[in-house]
């Protein structure tokens, strides 16, 4: 009895203990039979930025890391790389947008890698972020106005599971993936999503200003803006801009025009200055640049001319030298590159021809290689090095599937996109995977909703454009 007795007030003393004790087991076992999908979400910085959304999903290379970031410091953050580390795995390159990143502004960075995504597995690592830090807001956008003298890296951590590419999450960053395109003869614009899959949708979005037909002129787009500059028809030297973003291109504005007459030039924007080469009438051998910002386009100022007529080929801009391959006029072929001194340009200097005649072709750089699409004579494609030196020997690689020229490509993420041609049928769109060098097979994607043709296309933070204008990532 004894025994008995002292057992029961064990029990009734310890009894909350035991059911403590039984809760925490069943909680164990909840917890353990929860889908991975469901835990939580963890990505942080250490310090200047916070991250806000992240995603880990699969590509037909292997796999990206998204991360969203805001700026939390004062100023202005130039940013330039971005790499990470996922379960032990290395990222093989990496970019950020946009580059020039105020107080309070937000931003994405997406990284690489070779390896697949297991979808609901648990991924950890940690990313690092490299930018320069101006104490002080800029006065534009411009890039070269926060030119720190040296580079701080940001790091941060993530959490998180491997998904399936979701087009709804990159709706709702701040730059989406979208390529944007103006003009084709007419003042139409639209707009649609890319992936490594291909092209979204196109959607018809604010066209350019009445009774401006936007054929043979250069536009560029820089952070969150587009500059579009001179016509083939009507006011030939007019320039106008817009901000874009996730729900197209915004109100058109006209800024300040250009100081000739120009259409079938060359334009590409670089660290907060577009640079406009040649024309087709009145300055064609002239070269202009000026400022940009969000107010539109600064005061043009010029530098020193191209070495002969130029017209209906392109520019592009890599790491502080422009290239500008091909011309509308005899010679066709030829290849000239020169100095960007930002803001300026130093003295021309002739390099390796292209190898056959090219007058209104896509050009675009990536990576140190430039990619050139269609030809005055069909659907030719080559590239080759560029560097401080010029440009090195041009290797053919597999033709376009239709002769292509007078029309746009755009690079983005490892994919170059290329949007109509000067010839039927002018309404078709192909991309390829940058294999760097060279291209993959070409793959066709969602036509465009009508003719476009002497038009210009990019994507936000790429290269690209009508005729290689648009400028490339330094």
């Keep these: 009895m004894q025994r008995a007795q002292s057992a029961i007030e064990f029990l009734t003393t310890y009894s909350f203990v035991f059911l403590i004790l039984a809760v925490s087991l069943a909680l164990l076992l909840l917890f353990a039979s929860i889908p991975k999908s469901t835990v939580p979400l963890e990505c942080a910085f250490y310090s200047g930025f916070s991250c806000t959304d992240a995603a880990y999903y699969n590509t037909s290379t292997g796999s990206q890391l998204v991360i969203v970031g805001t700026d939390t410091q004062p100023g202005a953050m130039n940013v330039s790389t971005f790499n990470s580390y996922l379960n032990y795995g290395q990222s093989i390159g990496g970019y950020c947008v946009p580059k020039l990143v105020s107080a309070g502004q937000s931003f994405y960075c997406v990284a690489n890698f070779t390896t697949p995504a297991n979808l609901g597995s648990t991924y950890m690592g940690t990313f690092q972020v490299g930018a320069k830090y101006c104490g002080g807001e800029p006065p534009s956008v411009s890039i070269l106005n926060c030119s720190a003298p040296t580079s701080i890296t940001y790091g941060g951590s993530v959490q998180l599971q491997?998904?399936?590419?979701?087009?709804?999450?990159?709706?709702?960053?701040?730059?989406?993936?979208?390529i944007y395109c103006v003009g084709g003869g007419t003042d139409q614009a639209y707009y649609a999503q890319i992936s490594p899959s291909g092209i979204g949708t196109w959607t018809s979005t604010n066209s350019y200003p009445?009774?401006?037909?936007?054929?043979?002129?250069?536009?560029?787009?820089?952070?969150?803006y587009i500059y579009c500059v001179g016509s083939n028809t009507g006011a030939e030297?007019?320039?106008?801009?817009?901000?874009?973003?996730?729900?197209g291109i915004m109100a058109w504005a006209l800024t300040t025009n250009a100081p000739a007459v120009l259409n079938k030039e060359g334009c590409s924007v670089y660290m907060g200055y577009i640079y406009c080469v040649g024309s087709g009438s009145g300055a064609g051998n002239k070269v202009y640049y000026a400022g940009l910002s969000s107010n539109g386009i600064g005061n043009w100022i010029a530098a020193p001319g191209y070495p002969i007529q130029f017209q209906n080929a392109g520019c592009s801009i890599y790491r502080n030298y422009i290239y500008c391959v091909g011309n509308g006029n005899s010679p066709y072929n030829s290849v000239y590159y020169a100095p960007v001194m930002n803001p300026g340009i130093g003295t021309w200097a002739a390099t390796a021809n292209y190898p056959v005649q090219e007058s209104g072709a896509g050009c675009s750089v990536y990576e140190g290689y430039i990619y050139c699409v269609g030809s005055k004579t069909g659907a030719n494609v080559y590239y080759a090095p560029v560097s401080s030196g010029?440009?090195?020997?041009?290797?053919?690689?597999?033709?376009?599937?239709?002769?292509?020229?007078?029309?746009?490509?755009?690079?983005?993420?490892?994919?170059?996109?290329?949007?109509?041609?000067?010839?039927?049928?002018?309404?078709?769109?192909?991309?390829?995977?940058?294999?760097?060098?060279?291209?993959?097979?070409?793959?066709?994607?969602?036509?465009?909703?009508?003719?476009?043709?002497?038009?210009?296309?990019?994507?936000?933070?790429?290269?690209?454009?009508?005729?290689?204008?648009?400028?490339?990532?330094?």
């Design 390 to 474: 010029g440009v090195g020997n041009w290797i053919a690689s597999a033709s376009y599937p239709l002769s292509f020229n007078n029309a746009g490509c755009s690079v983005f993420n490892g994919y170059l996109y290329c949007v109509g041609s000067g010839v039927s049928p002018n309404n078709q769109i192909y991309s390829a995977q940058i294999l760097n060098p060279g291209l993959g097979n070409w793959i066709a994607a969602n036509s465009y909703p009508g003719s476009i043709l002497d038009s210009f296309c990019s994507v936000p933070g790429s290269s690209g454009g009508y005729a290689g204008g648009g400028g490339a990532p330094s």
């Design 210 to 224: 009445s009774g401006v037909s936007l054929q043979y002129a250069s536009c560029s787009i820089y952070n969150d």
């Design 162 to 178: 491997g998904s399936a590419y979701n087009p709804s999450f990159f709706i709702n960053l701040p730059y989406p993936p979208d």
């Design 237 to 247: 030297n007019q320039a106008y801009y817009a901000k874009v973003n996730s729900n």
